[in-house]
């Protein structure tokens, strides 16, 4: 790793400002990008240096990339929906494109990518690892995980061409922090407390890989000390259904969700209509075809390559859990 700070893209989002935590523990001084950097000066400090870019503007990429001595790029839209979907093309593929080209010009290396596990697609009836095929031809249920497919297909062939290439694949991600789009799991816990969670789809029988959001962050600086170029890695936690995680969250204190099905054509169609209400100037839809799409299926994961090349093991989701509910206590949206 060349001298110089690391450049952090998306260090202001749910998983960015554990990264950014985690290259300061390290001691690793930190070049934040941020299109505004007066709204998020709650960040900077000893070792952070805020700068103005924007990852759709490749000029003020060149410019960030100028002396860093690697780069982070963990900036994405992350969301289930969006009014104007081109956004997931512009930030998550071109976004991509142009962070990346930027870096090899400007000799910024390793260039460490923070992918999905939701590239690797579903694990029906399996665990997956890092070695699944990433394919374009498959099903996608949202633009989010179409276009972060696209962007790690892009990422592979720039590698290709001499790009030092290093790609991570947080799971789903849960924990203390903003109540964001990426925070899927939090919004559901704040869903059953409201009561407005009064099932679960296929009674929440399907397995996720659930990941402490923390211990993703300490992940990623990990593999940008010790990845070698070409190497990927799932930064996953354990693997659990949705039931299972929910009766440890009620065992624990926190909210109950009814032991009932959830039918999958029941949440599509109220996606379709929440979706359709949305694009009239109605809120954000609670839920969208894609997400009742995503929850038909398993998105379990093995972490074990992580876990022996970079000395990282996430929590157990017994202490996930416990730091999760904690955290909702002390910002008062749960008892």
């Not at 950097?37 to 990429?61: C, F, K, M, Y």
């Amino acid at each position: 790793m060349a001298e110089g700070p690391i450049l952090l893209t998306g260090g202001t989002g749910y998983l960015g400002r554990w990264i950014l935590r985690a290259l300061r523990a390290a001691g690793r001084e930190v070049r934040l990008l941020a299109r505004d950097p007066a709204a998020w000066a709650d960040l900077a400090g000893p070792g952070v240096e805020i700068v103005r870019g924007d990852v759709t503007d490749r000029a003020s990429l060149d410019a960030v990339c100028r002396g860093a001595g690697a780069v982070v790029h963990a900036a994405a839209t992350v969301s289930a929906w969006e009014k104007d979907p081109s956004v997931f093309e512009r930030v998550n593929v071109q976004g991509l494109r142009s962070c990346a080209l930027a870096a090899r010009e400007a000799g910024a290396a390793p260039f460490l990518f923070v992918s999905s596990v939701f590239v690797l697609g579903p694990t029906d009836g399996i665990t997956g690892d890092e070695t699944l095929p990433v394919s374009p031809d498959r099903e996608f249920h949202t633009e989010y995980e179409r276009t972060k497919t696209l962007a790690e297909l892009e990422a592979r062939e720039l590698a290709e061409r001499g790009l030092p290439l290093v790609t991570v694949y947080p799971g789903i991600l849960y924990g203390p922090g903003p109540l964001k789009q990426s925070n899927l799991v939090t919004g559901l816990v704040l869903e059953a407390a409201a009561g407005r969670l009064r099932g679960l789809p296929a009674r929440g029988a399907r397995r996720w890989c659930f990941t402490p959001v923390e211990d993703a962050g300490e992940g990623v600086a990990r593999a940008l000390a010790s990845g070698r170029p070409g190497d990927r890695f799932v930064l996953g936690g354990d693997n659990a259904t949705l039931r299972e995680f929910f009766d440890l969250v009620a065992a624990k204190g926190g909210p109950s969700v009814p032991d009932r099905n959830l039918p999958h054509a029941a949440l599509a169609a109220a996606g379709a209509l929440g979706e359709f209400a949305a694009r009239l100037g109605g809120p954000r839809p609670r839920i969208t075809r894609g997400a009742a799409g995503m929850f038909r299926h398993d998105w379990a994961y093995s972490s074990r390559r992580a876990e022996r090349a970079l000395g990282w093991k996430a929590r157990p989701l017994d202490r996930g859990v416990d730091a999760l509910l904690a955290h909702l206590r002390a910002e008062g949206r749960i008892p």
